[in-house]
């Protein structure tokens, strides 16, 4: 009996041992499957592809030859030769950009994306580069002096954009305003600003500064603003070693001068946060 006993407790262990190897051995292959080689992809293609909105200038915008130019375009073209690859651009919807991303449409998104917490829970991103606010713009015989003058007042921002979620957010204007009018590109919000069907557009400065140049007296941005935010570079979350890589050549960029140097050409002076 004892002998029948030890014979299966033997079994038994046999199997214990059999289950833990087999456990061991689909744990190694899943971490496998999971590893990062986001940056050994992208050397082995050759190149990255750049998603963004093509009508941000002056981070990335259509010249009049019809070719993608920009700050950031500067910038990414730089960032790749440091990495040794080539850099592809791809216009995608404002809107869908990181459902872009996360579908393998685009490899990362450089167009003066805000930092947010919500975008953080879908994408990684990189070391900020650029410092921005959430502007206001009226037109320049408006009586709005500030955001508090917005109260019950027509608002155009982008869609897919912050700029509702810093007015909302905002604790002396939040849900006072009037409606908050979505347009697909800012010039359009701009257009219904100067023709009276809205009253203020809220976005990005930078950005806003650059429209509110090509008509010198039309328009005036207010000292009042939504919050400061930074702009980051977007990338799918298990892209961390590509994101490393491009921190990395941006770094570098810095030390360099090719960073200032971009940046000069685009805005008159050295705003690359360091």
Not at 132 to 154: E, F, H, P
């Amino acid at each position: 009996m004892k002998t029948a006993i030890r014979k299966y407790f033997v079994i038994i262990m046999a199997i214990a041992v059999l289950f833990s190897a087999a456990s061991i051995l689909a744990g190694c292959k899943k971490e496998a499957k999971s590893a990062d080689t986001s940056l050994a992809d992208v050397k082995a293609k050759g190149f990255f592809i750049l998603g963004l909105d093509d009508s941000f200038p002056p981070m990335g915008f259509r010249d009049e030859a019809g070719n993608i130019v920009g700050f950031d375009i500067d910038m990414a073209k730089a960032a790749a030769k440091k990495i040794g690859v080539e850099l592809k651009i791809q216009p995608v919807d404002w809107d869908g950009v990181i459902l872009s991303l996360d579908k393998g449409d685009i490899d990362l998104i450089w167009n003066g994306m805000t930092i947010t917490e919500e975008r953080k829970e879908k994408i990684i991103f990189s070391k900020p580069y650029l410092a921005n606010t959430q502007a206001i713009a009226v037109l320049s015989g408006s009586a709005i002096a500030s955001k508090a003058d917005l109260a019950g007042k027509a608002v155009g921002v982008q869609l897919g954009s912050p700029s509702e979620d810093a007015i909302a957010a905002d604790a002396e204007v939040g849900g006072k305003t009037g409606e908050i009018r979505k347009y697909g590109k800012y010039p359009e919000a701009l257009l219904d600003l100067s023709a009276g069907r809205i009253d203020a557009v809220v976005g990005d400065a930078i950005l806003i500064r650059y429209y509110l140049s090509k008509k010198p007296g039309e328009y005036k941005v207010l000292a009042d603003h939504f919050g400061a935010e930074e702009y980051g570079i977007g990338f799918r979350k298990a892209d961390s070693s590509f994101r490393d890589a491009i921190d990395a050549a941006i770094d570098e960029m810095r030390k360099d001068g090719t960073a200032a140097e971009i940046s000069k050409t685009w805005f008159g002076d050295n705003i690359v946060l360091q």
